[in-house]
C-alpha cells in the first residue's frame, strides 16, 4: 500500500481570498499531491487547507505553503477570533494509509527542521513529533499567543525545538507535529453570551473548569474525553458557538459530542440550533452517527451510506450557516476517482446499453456481481420493511441487524461490478505489451499472469459476497414481513445467478492460469460454494412458494 498522510495547515488569513489562494497554488505545484478543502473563516480570520498524498510530496508542498504565507501575511496586523502565533499557525501531518504514527512524526520533524533552518522561522513540535511531552500540547505551547511569544520565546524552556530563538515581527512562529485525526467542530446557541457559551464548554470538554471548595481550588473534569472547547461569539452569524476539538474520534464521536452540548446547553435554558464542521471530516464520522440518531428512534439502520448521512447533516444542522456538500467535506469522497465507479454510476439504461455494446466489457462478470447485488437488495429492502412493520416494535433491532449486514454485502458487490471489468482491462493491457526482446517478452508474460489472477480473484469474491448474501434472503423469506416473500424469492435467484455466473468467469480465467496448484485450489472451493448455493436456493424457493400459497 502506498504511503498516504494528511497535511492540514492553519493559516492566519481568512478574508482575502486571492492572498490565500495564492498559498494553496503553491501546494498545486507539488506533484503528487491531492488539494482537497480550503475553508476560510471570516470571523477567525483563519484558513484551515488539507492536502493529501506521499509523505515526500507532502512535506514538500507544505514547506513551500509556509514561505508563502510568511511572504503575504503580516502577524502585526493581524486580528481573529481563533488563538494564533503565526502566519502558518500550526501544520499538523496525519497518517490517513500505509504509515505509522512513527514513521509521520518523522517526516514532521524534517520539515520543521527544514523550516526552521531555511526560512529562519521558529519552530515547535507538538503531539507524536515532540519528543518533550512536557510541551507537545499545542495549547500549551501557543498560550500567550503571538502578542506574548515576544517575550515567551527568550525564557529558556521555551527555546525553539528548530529556527533562532527571536520572534518574527511579521510571521511570528509556527507548530508543527503529528497527530491522530482530528475533527474541528463548532455547535451554535441560541444565544449571544460568551459568557455562556463558555460555561457549556467548560461543562463538557475534558479539562473542565476549576472550582473552589472548603477554601482549595479543585479541577472539576468535563463530561467528555479528548475534546477541548472554548466558546465564542461569531459576529459574521449572531450567535455564540462552542469551538470543539475532538482530538480522538474514537473516543468521543461527533454524534456523542453533539449531544452532550445539547444535554448542557439544555439544563442551562439555551438551545442548540445546529452546528457546523470546519475542514474535512472521516465518512465514517457521519455513517456512525447517521446510526447513532436512527437507533434512538428505533429505526433500522440498514439503509444506504447516502441516507445515513443525510440524517447525519440534518439531525445536528450541519447545513445551517452553509450548504454542506458531502462531496466536498467528506475526505473519502474526495479522494474517489470517477473511474473506479465507472459502471455503477450510469443511469440503467446506460448501463444496459454499454453491456449491449460491441465492447466485450462490461461482461458476464460485472453482470454476475451486478445480480448479486439487486439480490442482497431485495433482502435488505424486505428486513427494513419487516423493521418499520406495525406491532413488530420489539423486533425493530433484530431486522436492523439484518438490513446492516445486507448493505454491506451490496456495497461490496457494486464495487465488485468496475473491478470485474477493470480485471478485464488489464488482461488486455498486458497482451498489448512489446515482445520484441526475450526481455520484453518475460515481461508481458509475467504482467499477463499476474492480471489473469486478478481476473480469477474478482468473480470469486463475487460467489463469495452473493453466497453469504442467502443467509438474510433465507432469513427473510422465514422471519420477514410475509407480504415481501417474493421479494426474498427474487432476491434468492438473483444470488443463484451471481453465483453460478461469477463461478464461469472464474473458470474461463482460471484456463489461462499457468499455476495448476492455485487453479485446482480454487475451483474446488468454486464447486462447493456453487453446489451449497444450488441447494440453498431451493430450499429459500420452496419456503417463498408454500407461504404464498397458490
Same mark, same amino acid.
Given at each position: 500500500?502506498?504511503?498516504?498522510?494528511?497535511?492540514?495547515?492553519?493559516?492566519?488569513?481568512?478574508?482575502?481570498?486571492?492572498?490565500?489562494?495564492?498559498?494553496?497554488?503553491?501546494?498545486?505545484?507539488?506533484?503528487?499531491?491531492?488539494?482537497?478543502?480550503?475553508?476560510?473563516?471570516?470571523?477567525?480570520?483563519?484558513?484551515?487547507?488539507?492536502?493529501?498524498?506521499?509523505?515526500?510530496?507532502?512535506?514538500?508542498?507544505?514547506?513551500?505553503?509556509?514561505?508563502?504565507?510568511?511572504?503575504?501575511?503580516?502577524?502585526?496586523?493581524?486580528?481573529?477570533?481563533?488563538?494564533?502565533?503565526?502566519?502558518?499557525?500550526?501544520?499538523?501531518?496525519?497518517?490517513?494509509?500505509?504509515?505509522?504514527?512513527?514513521?509521520?512524526?518523522?517526516?514532521?520533524?524534517?520539515?520543521?527542521?527544514?523550516?526552521?533552518?531555511?526560512?529562519?522561522?521558529?519552530?515547535?513540535?507538538?503531539?507524536?513529533?515532540?519528543?518533550?511531552?512536557?510541551?507537545?500540547?499545542?495549547?500549551?505551547?501557543?498560550?500567550?499567543?503571538?502578542?506574548?511569544?515576544?517575550?515567551?520565546?527568550?525564557?529558556?524552556?521555551?527555546?525553539?525545538?528548530?529556527?533562532?530563538?527571536?520572534?518574527?515581527?511579521?510571521?511570528?512562529?509556527?507548530?508543527?507535529?503529528?497527530?491522530?485525526?482530528?475533527?474541528?467542530?463548532?455547535?451554535?446557541?441560541?444565544?449571544?453570551?460568551?459568557?455562556?457559551?463558555?460555561?457549556?464548554?467548560?461543562?463538557?470538554?475534558?479539562?473542565?473548569?476549576?472550582?473552589?471548595?472548603?477554601?482549595?481550588?479543585?479541577?472539576?473534569?468535563?463530561?467528555?474525553?479528548?475534546?477541548?472547547?472554548?466558546?465564542?461569539?461569531?459576529?459574521?452569524?449572531?450567535?455564540?458557538?462552542?469551538?470543539?476539538?475532538?482530538?480522538?474520534?474514537?473516543?468521543?464521536?461527533?454524534?456523542?459530542?453533539?449531544?452532550?452540548?445539547?444535554?448542557?446547553?439544555?439544563?442551562?435554558?439555551?438551545? +442548540?440550533?445546529?452546528?457546523? =464542521?470546519?475542514? $474535512?471530516? #472521516?465518512?465514517?464520522?457521519?455513517?456512525?452517527?447517521?446510526? %447513532?440518531? @436512527? *437507533?434512538?428512534?428505533?429505526?433500522?439502520?440498514?439503509?444506504?451510506?447516502?441516507?445515513?448521512?443525510?440524517?447525519? +447533516?440534518?439531525?445536528?444542522? =450541519?447545513?445551517? $450557516?452553509? #450548504?454542506?456538500?458531502?462531496?466536498?467535506?467528506?475526505?473519502? %469522497?474526495? @479522494? *474517489?476517482?470517477?473511474?473506479?465507479?465507472?459502471?455503477?454510476?450510469?443511469?440503467?439504461?446506460?448501463?444496459?446499453?454499454?453491456?449491449?455494446?460491441?465492447?466485450?466489457?462490461?461482461?458476464?462478470?460485472?453482470?454476475?456481481?451486478?445480480?448479486?447485488?439487486?439480490?442482497?437488495?431485495?433482502?435488505?429492502?424486505?428486513?427494513?420493511?419487516?423493521?418499520?412493520?406495525?406491532?413488530?416494535?420489539?423486533?425493530?433491532?433484530?431486522?436492523?441487524?439484518?438490513?446492516?449486514?445486507?448493505?454491506?454485502?451490496?456495497?461490496?458487490?457494486?464495487?465488485?461490478?468496475?473491478?470485474?471489468?477493470?480485471?478485464?482491462?488489464?488482461?488486455?493491457?498486458?497482451?498489448?505489451?512489446?515482445?520484441?526482446?526475450?526481455?520484453?517478452?518475460?515481461?508481458?508474460?509475467?504482467?499477463?499472469?499476474?492480471?489473469?489472477?486478478?481476473?480469477?480473484?474478482?468473480?470469486?469474491?463475487?460467489?463469495?459476497?452473493?453466497?453469504?448474501?442467502?443467509?438474510?434472503?433465507?432469513?427473510?423469506?422465514?422471519?420477514?414481513?410475509?407480504?415481501?416473500?417474493?421479494?426474498?424469492?427474487?432476491?434468492?435467484?438473483?444470488?443463484?445467478?451471481?453465483?453460478?455466473?461469477?463461478?464461469?468467469?472464474?473458470?474461463?480465467?482460471?484456463?489461462?492460469?499457468?499455476?495448476?496448484?492455485?487453479?485446482?485450489?480454487?475451483?474446488?472451493?468454486?464447486?462447493?460454494?456453487?453446489?451449497?448455493?444450488?441447494?440453498?436456493?431451493?430450499?429459500?424457493?420452496?419456503?417463498?412458494?408454500?407461504?404464498?400459497?397458490?
Amino acid at each position: 500500500m502506498q504511503p498516504l498522510i494528511e497535511c492540514v495547515p492553519n493559516f492566519s488569513e481568512g478574508n482575502d481570498l486571492a492572498l490565500i489562494k495564492q498559498i494553496t497554488d503553491q501546494v498545486e505545484t507539488v506533484e503528487g499531491v491531492r488539494l482537497l478543502n480550503v475553508d476560510p473563516g471570516k470571523a477567525t480570520n483563519r484558513t484551515v487547507v488539507t492536502f493529501v498524498g506521499h509523505p515526500d510530496a507532502v512535506i514538500e508542498a507544505a514547506f513551500r505553503a509556509i514561505q508563502k504565507a510568511g511572504e503575504l501575511i503580516d502577524m502585526s496586523k493581524h486580528r481573529g477570533e481563533h488563538p494564533r502565533m503565526g502566519a502558518t499557525d500550526v501544520c499538523p501531518l496525519i497518517p490517513v494509509s500505509g504509515i505509522s504514527m512513527e514513521e509521520t512524526a518523522l517526516y514532521a520533524q524534517r520539515l520543521a527542521r527544514r523550516v526552521g533552518e531555511e526560512l529562519q522561522l521558529p519552530v515547535y513540535l507538538y503531539e507524536a513529533a515532540q519528543p518533550d511531552k512536557n510541551r507537545s500540547n499545542l495549547s500549551v505551547i501557543r498560550a500567550g499567543e503571538y502578542e506574548g511569544f515576544f517575550k515567551k520565546i527568550k525564557e529558556p524552556q521555551w527555546k525553539p525545538d528548530f529556527g533562532p530563538a527571536t520572534f518574527d515581527t511579521k510571521r511570528g512562529g509556527t507548530v508543527i507535529g503529528a497527530r491522530d485525526f482530528l475533527v474541528a467542530y463548532n455547535v451554535n446557541l441560541n444565544t449571544t453570551s460568551t459568557r455562556r457559551a463558555n460555561a457549556i464548554a467548560f461543562d463538557v470538554r475534558e479539562a473542565g473548569r476549576n472550582v473552589v471548595e472548603n477554601g482549595v481550588t479543585v479541577n472539576k473534569p468535563g463530561s467528555l474525553k479528548s475534546v477541548k472547547a472554548i466558546g465564542w461569539f461569531i459576529e459574521e452569524y449572531g450567535v455564540a458557538q462552542i469551538s470543539m476539538n475532538l482530538t480522538n474520534i474514537h473516543i468521543t464521536p461527533l454524534h456523542i459530542a453533539f449531544d452532550e452540548v445539547c444535554k448542557k446547553a439544555d439544563a442551562r435554558g439555551i438551545r +442548540v440550533t445546529g452546528s457546523e =464542521l470546519v475542514g $474535512l471530516v #472521516p465518512l465514517q464520522s457521519l455513517t456512525d452517527a447517521g446510526k %447513532y440518531f @436512527l *437507533r434512538k428512534q428505533k429505526r433500522s439502520t440498514g439503509v444506504s451510506e447516502k441516507e445515513l448521512v443525510r440524517i447525519a +447533516v440534518r439531525t445536528m444542522g =450541519l447545513d445551517e $450557516l452553509g #450548504p454542506f456538500k458531502p462531496e466536498e467535506r467528506i475526505i473519502e %469522497y474526495l @479522494l *474517489r476517482q470517477p473511474a473506479d465507479s465507472k459502471l455503477v454510476q450510469m443511469p440503467l439504461t446506460d448501463f444496459a446499453d454499454e453491456t449491449a455494446s460491441e465492447s466485450p466489457a462490461p461482461g458476464g462478470g460485472s453482470i454476475a456481481a451486478y445480480a448479486g447485488a439487486l439480490g442482497v437488495s431485495l433482502a435488505t429492502m424486505v428486513a427494513n420493511l419487516s423493521s418499520h412493520k406495525k406491532g413488530w416494535d420489539e423486533r425493530w433491532e433484530e431486522f436492523s441487524n439484518w438490513a446492516e449486514k445486507g448493505e454491506r454485502l451490496k456495497n461490496e458487490l457494486l464495487t465488485l461490478v468496475d473491478a470485474d471489468t477493470r480485471a478485464f482491462n488489464r488482461i488486455m493491457e498486458a497482451f498489448a505489451l512489446p515482445k520484441s526482446t526475450e526481455a520484453e517478452k518475460a515481461a508481458r508474460k509475467a504482467a499477463i499472469q499476474e492480471a489473469t489472477r486478478y481476473a480469477i480473484e474478482i468473480p470469486y469474491k463475487v460467489m463469495q459476497a452473493s453466497f453469504s448474501s442467502l443467509e438474510i434472503i433465507q432469513a427473510m423469506a422465514e422471519t420477514g414481513n410475509p407480504n415481501s416473500v417474493s421479494d426474498a424469492g427474487v432476491g434468492a435467484l438473483c444470488a443463484r445467478a451471481a453465483v453460478l455466473g461469477a463461478f464461469m468467469n472464474v473458470r474461463i480465467n482460471a484456463a489461462g492460469y499457468d499455476d495448476t496448484g492455485f487453479v485446482t485450489e480454487i475451483v474446488r472451493k468454486g464447486k462447493e460454494i456453487e453446489e451449497k448455493t444450488i441447494a440453498l436456493e431451493e430450499v429459500i424457493r420452496k419456503l417463498v412458494n408454500e407461504t404464498i400459497g397458490i
